[in-house]
């Protein structure tokens, strides 16, 4: 059994997860793995499930609010969402 880091849950399905800078954590869900790993997008304040977008640091959930979290940062995002591809 494990005890999730999230919820404090003890349940015998529970799984490790282990990050780069070599923490563990244990999980009962993915759920509760988001909750505690996520990036949070810095301006919806979403949690960031795909790639998201990087720019200097700072994290978003996507081009969109990337362009709309800072006008500097926007200028520096190629994003070809929505543009026909021929």
Same mark, same amino acid.
């Given at each position: 059994?494990?005890?999730?880091?999230?919820?404090?849950? #003890?349940?015998?399905?529970?799984?490790?997860?282990?990050?780069?800078?070599?923490?563990?954590?244990?999980? #009962?869900?993915?759920?509760?793995?988001?909750?505690?790993?996520?990036?949070?997008?810095?301006?919806?304040?979403?949690?960031?499930?795909?790639?998201?977008?990087?720019?200097? @640091?700072?994290?978003?959930?996507?081009?969109?609010?990337?362009?709309? @979290? #800072?006008? #500097?940062?926007?200028?520096?995002?190629?994003?070809?969402?929505?543009?026909?591809?021929?």
């Amino acid at each position: 059994m494990g005890t999730c880091d999230t919820c404090g849950n #003890d349940y015998w399905m529970a799984f490790e997860v282990k990050t780069v800078s070599g923490d563990v954590h244990t999980f #009962d869900s993915f759920e509760c793995a988001i909750t505690k790993l996520a990036p949070v997008c810095e301006h919806c304040k979403c949690r960031i499930l795909g790639h998201g977008v990087e720019v200097e @640091g700072r994290f978003f959930c996507c081009a969109h609010c990337a362009h709309s @979290g #800072d006008a #500097d940062l926007g200028s520096q995002i190629k994003d070809a969402v929505g543009a026909h591809p021929g």
